[in-house]
C-alpha cells in the first residue's frame, strides 16, 4: 500500500483532480458501453416479439386456431 | 479446413458460440479490470518524476493501443468481407466502431488529463496526439458513412474499403513517437526490449490490457449478437428465439 490514509489516497499527492477526472470518466464511459449494449438487446427483442404477434393476427385465418376468435388468437400469442 | 471457415461464417453458429463465451469474458474481464485498478492506484509505486499522476497510465495505455488494434481488426474484417463476402466479418466490423471509437476518445481524454500536470498543457498538436485524433475521425467517418448509405450490402462494402484506406494512419500512429519530436513519450512496451518500468509498474499495466482485451470481446460479442438478430431476423431460428419472450407477454 503506497498511501498511508484515505486522504492521502483522494489526494494522489496532489494530482488527485487529474487522476480522478481520468479514473472517472473512464469508469463512465466503459459502463455505458456495457449498459447500452444490453439495451439495445432487449429493444430488439421486444420490437421482434412485436413484428411476429402482428403478422400472425394480421394473416388471414392463418395462425388462428379452429373454434378461436381473431381477437383471442391475437391476444394469446 | 473449408468446412470450419464455412461455419465460421454462419452467423447461428457464431452466436451460439458467442452466447456461451459472454459470461467468461464479462466475468473475467470485470475481475482484471478491479485488480488492476487496486493495483494500480493502491500498491503501484509512485513515479519519481511524476508523482502519483502517472497512475492514469493505467487505462490511458490500453485504452490507446486497444483503438489501434480494434481498427486493425475492422480493416481485416474489411478486406475479409469484400473477397469473400463473408456476412460475419462485416457484422464484426460494424459491432466493432463504436467501441473503437470509445477506446479511441477515452485514450485522447486520459491523454489530455495526464497532460496537464505533466507537460503543462491539455492539447499539443503534435504527431502522436494529431495521429490519435485522426483516428477518432475516421472512427466517426466510419459509422456516419454506414448509417448515410440505406442499402445494407452497399454501406458495407463502402465501410470496408474506408476502413481499408485509413489503415495508413495506425503505423504513423505506432511510429510517430520516433519519427517525430514530440512529446509524448516512447513506447512503453516492445517485444525486442526489457520494458522501460520496473515490474511494479509494468504488471498492473500488463493486467489491464488483458482486462481490456477481454472487456472488448465481451462487448463486441454481445454487439454482435445484437447485430445477427436484427439480420437473421426473417429466419426461423430467430423467430424460435423471440417465441418465449412473446408467450410472456
Known amino acids: 500500500m503506497q498511501f498511508h490514509s484515505f486522504a492521502a489516497f483522494i489526494a494522489m499527492g496532489g494530482h488527485g483532480f487529474y487522476v480522478w477526472l481520468a479514473y472517472g470518466v473512464f469508469l463512465l464511459v466503459i459502463t455505458t458501453l456495457v449498459v447500452d449494449s444490453h439495451w439495445r438487446r432487449r429493444r430488439i427483442l421486444a420490437r421482434q416479439a412485436r413484428q411476429m404477434r402482428?403478422?400472425?393476427?394480421?394473416?388471414?385465418?392463418?395462425?388462428?386456431?379452429?373454434?378461436?376468435?381473431?381477437?383471442e388468437a391475437g391476444e394469446s400469442s | 479446413m473449408w468446412a470450419f471457415f464455412h461455419k465460421l461464417g454462419s452467423p447461428k453458429w457464431f452466436f451460439d458460440i458467442a452466447g456461451r463465451c459472454i459470461p467468461w469474458f464479462a466475468g473475467s474481464s470485470i475481475a482484471l479490470l478491479v485488480?488492476?485498478?487496486?493495483?494500480?492506484?493502491?500498491?503501484?509505486?509512485?513515479?519519481?518524476?511524476?508523482?502519483?499522476?502517472?497512475?492514469?497510465?493505467?487505462?490511458?495505455?490500453?485504452?490507446?493501443?486497444?483503438?489501434?488494434?480494434?481498427?486493425?481488426?475492422?480493416?481485416?474484417?474489411?478486406?475479409?468481407?469484400?473477397?469473400?463476402?463473408m456476412k460475419l466479418a462485416d457484422v464484426f466490423a460494424k459491432a466493432a466502431a463504436p467501441v473503437g471509437a470509445a477506446l479511441t476518445f477515452l485514450g485522447l481524454f486520459t491523454g489530455s488529463v495526464w497532460g496537464k500536470p505533466t507537460w503543462g498543457t491539455w492539447w499539443v498538436w503534435d504527431a502522436r496526439l494529431t495521429s490519435m485524433l485522426i483516428l477518432l475521425f475516421l472512427y466517426l467517418g466510419i459509422i456516419a458513412l454506414r448509417a448515410a448509405i440505406e442499402d445494407p450490402q452497399t454501406s458495407a462494402r463502402a465501410v470496408s474499403v474506408l476502413t481499408l484506406v485509413g489503415v495508413v494512419n495506425i503505423p504513423i500512429i505506432k511510429y510517430s513517437v520516433n519519427w517525430w519530436n514530440t512529446l509524448h513519450q516512447t513506447a512503453t512496451f516492445t517485444l525486442?526490449?526489457?520494458?522501460?518500468?520496473?515490474?511494479?509498474?509494468?504488471?498492473?499495466?500488463?493486467?489491464?490490457?488483458?482486462?481490456?482485451?477481454l472487456f472488448f470481446a465481451w462487448i463486441v460479442c454481445v454487439r454482435m449478437q445484437n447485430e445477427i438478430l436484427e439480420r437473421e431476423k426473417r429466419t426461423r431460428w430467430v423467430r424460435e428465439l423471440v417465441t418465449p419472450a412473446t408467450a410472456r407477454r
Open chain 2, 35 to 85: 485488480l488492476g485498478m487496486v493495483w494500480g492506484l493502491l500498491f503501484a509505486p509512485p513515479d519519481y518524476q511524476q508523482g502519483d499522476s502517472y497512475r492514469i497510465i493505467f487505462i490511458h495505455v490500453p485504452s490507446s493501443a486497444l483503438a489501434m488494434s480494434c481498427y486493425v481488426m475492422m480493416a481485416v474484417a474489411g478486406a475479409i468481407h469484400l473477397v469473400w463476402r
Open chain 2, 192 to 213: 525486442t526490449n526489457k520494458p522501460t518500468m520496473p515490474p511494479s509498474m509494468y504488471l498492473p499495466l500488463l493486467v489491464m490490457l488483458l482486462a481490456f482485451y
Open chain 1, 54 to 71: 402482428r403478422e400472425q393476427v394480421a394473416k388471414p385465418g392463418g395462425r388462428v386456431v379452429k373454434g378461436q376468435s381473431f381477437q
